[in-house]
T-cell receptor, first 111, second 113 residues
Framework: ETGVTQTPRHLVMGMTNKKSLKCEQHLGHNAMYWYKQSAKKPLELMFV???????ENNSVPSRFSPECPNSSHLFLHLHTLQPEDSALYLCASSPNSYEQYFGPGTRLTVT | QKEVEQNSGPLSVPEGAIASLNCTYSDRGSQSFFWYRQYSGKSPELIMSIYSNGDKEDGRFTAQLNKASQYVSLLIRDSQPSDSATYLC?????????????FGKGTSLLVTP
């Protein structure tokens, strides 16, 4: 499989649940990103990892917890989310600090 | 606050016409500029990158950059209905700005047959 993959593609969870989003890139890139995309708002950068090290955390609430075990895998652990966290969560990777390539996204609904 | 501004549209053009999408940015130190295409329900797809003033052509797409005016545009020649999508402008600061891209809200393009 090539490119950037994300699982699950759709997720419905209650406010008290704990779930995880998974991202895998098969491009040999060294940087990986989590973005949130909500309706009528620009893409919001959440976290950046470069060679497994977190380089940016854009003031994201602690109910979102990233994990990057290696340069090919990225997780976003979710717990006690709020309805306003419902959005499309996009993973991206890049070979450098320039072009970014996105996965298909996870559509998250918090009930 | 580093802002990237785009007209939300929708921009409607007839098939075969030239579609012109515009983007302005606030950070004068920005060095790298990207256009992404996003179909409804899909993720953004990188279609163009531009780093120097002037024009860059790739097939039916031309990106234009004017750093003095803090303006970047995307021209789509011979527009097709399959070009109907939201086009996102993304801007990166200088080499000290880390890995973040600042995205605009996107312009919705509708190409009518």
């Amino acid at each position: 499989e090539t490119g950037v993959t994300q699982t699950p593609r759709h997720l419905v969870m209650g406010m008290t649940n704990k779930k995880s989003l998974k991202c895998e890139q098969h491009l040999g890139h060294n940087a990986m990103y989590w973005y949130k995309q909500s309706a009528k708002k620009p893409l919001e950068l959440m976290f950046v990892y470069n060679f497994k090290e977190q380089t940016e955390n854009n003031s994201v609430p602690s109910r979102f917890s990233p994990e990057c075990p290696n340069s090919s895998h990225l997780f976003l652990h979710l717990h006690t989310l709020q309805p306003e966290d419902s959005a499309l969560y996009l993973c991206a990777s890049s070979p450098n600090s320039y072009e970014q390539y996105f996965g298909p996204g996870t559509r998250l609904t918090v009930t | 606050q580093k802002e990237v501004e785009q007209n939300s549209g929708p921009l409607s053009v007839p098939e075969g016409a030239i579609a012109s999408l515009n983007c302005t940015y606030s950070d004068r130190g920005s060095q790298s500029f990207f256009w992404y295409r996003q179909y409804s329900g899909k993720s953004p797809e990188l279609i163009m990158s531009i780093y120097s003033n002037g024009d860059k052509e790739d097939g039916r797409f031309t990106a234009q950059l004017n750093k003095a005016s803090q303006y970047v545009s995307l021209l789509i020649r011979d527009s097709q209905p399959s070009d109907s999508a939201t086009y996102l402008c993304a801007v990166k600061g200088n080499s000290n700005s880390g890995y973040a891209l600042n995205f605009g809200k996107g312009t919705s393009l509708l190409v009518t047959p």
